[in-house]
């Protein structure tokens, strides 16, 4: 329930009475005006509020709850092992995005950042915390397990932040965030966002948010206005042929299937007909994860096949089609999946390829999503699956994608992502991180 009125949202980033150095850093990232979670958010965050955001990926999220989060701990000192502020997220990927979105802000104001994931080593990461983080990215079984072995320690976390909240909480951690929520400060603020408010995360809000702001940006409306959703009817025997020309379009598109298996077959088989193509799945490591997208992002690689890992957490600039070579499970995927192209605005075309004895469960999810595709029976070849995709007839000739360079290790502080991923988003006496009002 909420019971004080909200602050009115705000034209400018001027307007919120950040730091300077802060506003310096906005206008150098080229970032000039609020989206509107942020313009209606910021306002309430600064001022200690919890909030509840609701809103589509690509809707404005990380900086609306990362500029609250770095502003208030402006000036802040983190002890060893005893972070200020926790972001907890559900994904590897994620928690990179976050950690490259913030990096220039976090820098400006002398903030130190740190990034827990699993599937890296937590050597690593144990060093970071030893040496002082006032912000920790993280996901939650990994930083369950630094928590449980002494290297973390939440008493000091005055500000938690939970990002894709339903994400987290379908993909079973509910009782890691309650355990890790129960570790913070009970006076602290809580900010929480989530594209869908279910069950699960109805009962985080009730229980850990206090006086909330709610704010919430539809999912459904903006996925409907800035995309073009086409159901294509396939025959099982013509999917793949299918599939292949739409992958040798000129231009890149990520194409989602349902097992890792799958996606390993689909790229052996798109390689040796001559496009270029890598794999995104849970059974890669971290580092393998981080250099495909790497490539994908630099145009190395023109088509990413990926499991619904990359389904949340990854922003590719003009990424203009996402494909489902195998239909999403729900409604809620479809639209996280979707979520990939259309970013900040853009315009792009989901495609689902459907065979015959899909077609039910596919009109069942669309309605649940609130869309209405548009329909066509395709073939490969077909003037239509070219006029849609920009498909094309692959060159059959083999190709393989160079190991790529590894990138250099994060050191866990500001300024340790790339600069190139910053340009594609839009005292040693330790201070506690600031009360809520």
Do not use: W
């Amino acid at each position: 329930m909420t019971h004080t009125p909200p602050l009115p949202p705000v034209e400018a980033f001027a307007d919120l009475g950040l730091p300077p150095a802060m506003l310096r850093a906005l206008e150098a990232e080229g970032v000039t005006v609020p989206f509107p979670i942020q313009a209606a958010t910021l306002p309430n965050s600064l001022a200690g509020r919890d909030v509840l955001g609701r809103g589509r990926t690509g809707s404005g999220k990380t900086l609306a709850f990362g500029l609250a989060v770095l502003a208030r701990l402006a000036g802040t000192r983190a002890e060893p092992k005893r972070p200020l502020a926790v972001v907890l997220v559900p994904t590897r990927e994620l928690a990179q995005q976050v950690t490259d979105a913030l990096a220039p802000y976090a820098r400006a104001l002398g903030l130190r950042q740190a990034t827990v994931v699993g599937g890296v080593s937590i050597g690593r990461q144990v060093s970071a915390l030893r040496g002082g983080t006032e912000v920790l990215v993280a996901t939650p079984g990994r930083l369950k397990d630094l928590v449980t072995r002494g290297d973390c320690v939440l008493d000091d976390v005055g500000i938690t932040v939970l990002d894709e909240a339903d994400q987290m909480t379908d993909m079973g951690f509910l009782p890691q965030i309650t355990g890790l929520l129960e570790l913070t400060r009970p006076d602290g603020q809580r900010l929480l966002f989530s594209a869908t408010l279910d069950r699960n995360v109805d009962s985080l809000v009730r229980r850990y948010l206090h006086d909330p702001v709610v704010h919430s940006v539809d999912p459904t409306a903006g996925v409907v206005t800035s995309m073009e959703h086409h159901v294509l009817h396939v025959l099982e025997t013509d999917k793949n042929a299918t599939a292949t020309e739409i992958a040798a379009r000129d231009g890149r598109v990520i194409m989602f299937l349902d097992t890792k298996h799958a996606v390993d077959r689909l790229v052996k088989h798109l390689l040796k007909s001559g496009v270029r193509a890598s794999a995104l799945h849970g059974g890669k490591s971290q580092p393998q994860r981080t250099r495909t997208l790497s490539q994908f992002k630099d145009g190395d690689v023109n088509v990413l096949v990926a499991t619904n890992v990359a389904a949340r957490g990854i922003h590719v600039d003009d990424l203009d089609l996402v494909v489902n070579v195998d239909p999403p499970g729900d409604h809620k995927d479809y639209l996280h999946r979707g979520g990939r192209t259309a970013r900040a605005g853009e315009s792009g075309s989901v495609v689902t390829l459907v065979l015959p004895h899909q077609r039910r469960e596919m009109d069942s999810l669309m309605h649940h999503a609130g869309i209405r595709p548009r329909t066509t029976a395709v073939r490969s070849g077909d003037a239509e699956l070219i006029r849609i995709t920009g498909a094309r007839t692959p060159s059959g000739i083999p190709v393989v994608i160079a190991p790529p360079t590894p990138p250099a290790q994060a050191s866990g502080r500001p300024g340790s992502s790339s600069s190139s991923s910053r340009r594609r988003r839009t005292g040693t006496r330790r201070r506690r991180a600031p009360r809520p009002q």
